[in-house]
């Protein structure tokens, strides 16, 4: 699996005008090789492929990684590059300019300029995030898996949940349920937001005790083998107020018009469209802030797709995954989001998410 993604990666090498690329980022580390040490980088010409790393790591390379090259990372930094890149003879090096810091730069560029002044150092943005874009079928099977352990969470922990818990307690029992059923470490913190702080969209869960009949905004993931999950609902314990019936229909409406209009090709400006038309029509425009959604995969935010009114004018493709999730904000009474995740398959979304939502109960 991992070969047929380094000969995707080779085939951008030209384009990139470059002759290899120093790999940096974890994720796609872990792409390009299936390592999950937490050190090392990974150098790809267009004939080998190295992972350098140290001596923490060197049986889990020889398991994980055996179709790589290991090289030791020994000494200082000034040691040790040289010595991966010198004789590989590299001319155009390309690096991961958003995923190293400035001061990793300048080190980098001192010595190569120092050791290999022929060298040429170039910035790419997101070559391998791209590939990472469209799923394959071993990807999309952890992704569902994902989705499931969420799934059941959401439902085993919401259906004892009463006035007085904490937004804090929530937030860990959800938590405790997914590492208890299969989870590696959550892929982002999870969110409880009740009464007020529910219009706050990434809301800290604090020791703030949730009351009957406000909304609770829950936003929580699970990770199986590397691949995250996203999910939002927003509930209620017992009666909701008229304005909680009120903007939950519309986020329900405008959420249900996305999932049936979007289709492969569309980009994610009309797609964002599908359900920011609905939201704004009903005068609630300034209180939807976000974007409709963006691409689920290794990251909780992967590179693609976007679908935003911001988002770049590229086509959904079939095999990506992304979330859906429109919501309206009110500050000082709190707010409402839907989120599911999905996949475009044969033109069409597919969801992968299917906890229940309120209006369902």
Same mark, same amino acid.
């Given at each position: 699996m991992t070969t047929n993604r380094l000969a995707k990666l080779r085939k951008q090498f030209d384009h990139a005008e470059v002759d290899a690329i120093l790999i940096s980022h974890p994720s796609n580390r872990f792409y390009l090789s299936n390592f999950t040490g937490s050190a090392g980088y990974l150098l790809i010409t267009q004939k080998d492929a190295l992972l350098a790393t140290d001596s923490r790591y060197f049986e889990q390379v020889k398991q994980q990684s055996p179709h790589f090259i290991l090289f030791e990372m020994k000494g200082r930094t000034e040691e040790w590059l040289p010595q991966l890149i010198g004789p590989q003879g590299i001319h155009r090096l390309g690096f991961e300019s958003p995923n190293i810091t400035y001061s990793f730069y300048k080190e980098m560029s001192t010595i =190569?300029? $120092?050791? =290999?002044? @022929? =060298? $040429?150092?170039?910035?790419? @943005?997101?070559?391998?995030?791209?590939?990472r874009s469209v799923k394959e079928p071993g990807e999309l099977?952890?992704?569902?898996?994902?989705?499931? !352990?969420? *799934?059941?969470?959401?439902?085993?922990v919401t259906k004892k949940l009463k006035a007085g818990t904490t937004e804090l307690q929530l937030a860990w029992e959800l938590e405790k349920y997914m590492r208890e059923h299969g989870s590696q470490s959550m892929p982002f913190e999870v969110i409880?937001?009740?009464?007020?702080?529910?219009? =706050?969209?990434?809301?800290? /869960?604090?020791?703030?005790? !949730?009351?009957?009949?406000?909304?609770?905004? !829950?936003?929580?993931?699970?990770?199986?083998?590397?691949?995250?999950?996203d999910l939002t609902?927003?509930?209620?314990i017992g009666k909701p107020d008229d304005t909680f019936i009120k903007i939950y229909d519309v986020v329900r409406r405008a959420q249900e018009a996305a999932i049936e209009g979007i289709h492969a090709g569309m980009n994610g400006v009309q797609a964002d469209g599908l359900a920011r038309n609905i939201i704004n029509s009903t005068g609630y425009a300034d209180m939807f802030g976000h974007g409709l959604g963006h691409g689920?995969?290794?990251?909780?935010?992967?590179?693609?797709?976007?679908?935003?009114?911001?988002?770049?004018?590229? /086509?959904?493709? *079939?095999g990506m995954v992304f979330?859906?999730?429109?919501?309206?904000?009110?500050?000082?009474?709190?707010?409402v989001r839907i989120e599911d995740l999905?996949?475009?398959?044969?033109? $069409?979304? $597919?969801?992968l998410s299917h906890a229940r939502k309120w209006h369902e109960r």
């Open positions: =190569l300029e $120092k050791t =290999l002044p @022929e =060298l $040429k150092l170039i910035p790419l @943005e997101n070559i391998v995030e791209k590939l099977a952890n992704i569902q898996r994902a989705a499931e !352990i969420g *799934d059941k969470a959401f439902e085993a409880v937001g009740a009464g007020p702080n529910s219009a =706050l969209p990434h809301h800290g /869960p604090a020791e703030y005790p !949730i009351a009957a009949g406000v909304p609770i905004v !829950i936003d929580m993931g699970a990770r199986f083998n590397g691949y995250s999950s609902r927003t509930i209620c689920v995969g290794l990251s909780v935010h992967d590179f693609a797709p976007r679908l935003s009114y911001l988002a770049p004018p590229e /086509p959904i493709e *079939d979330s859906i999730e429109p919501g309206i904000y009110l500050p000082g009474w709190g707010g999905a996949m475009m398959e044969n033109g $069409k979304v $597919k969801l």
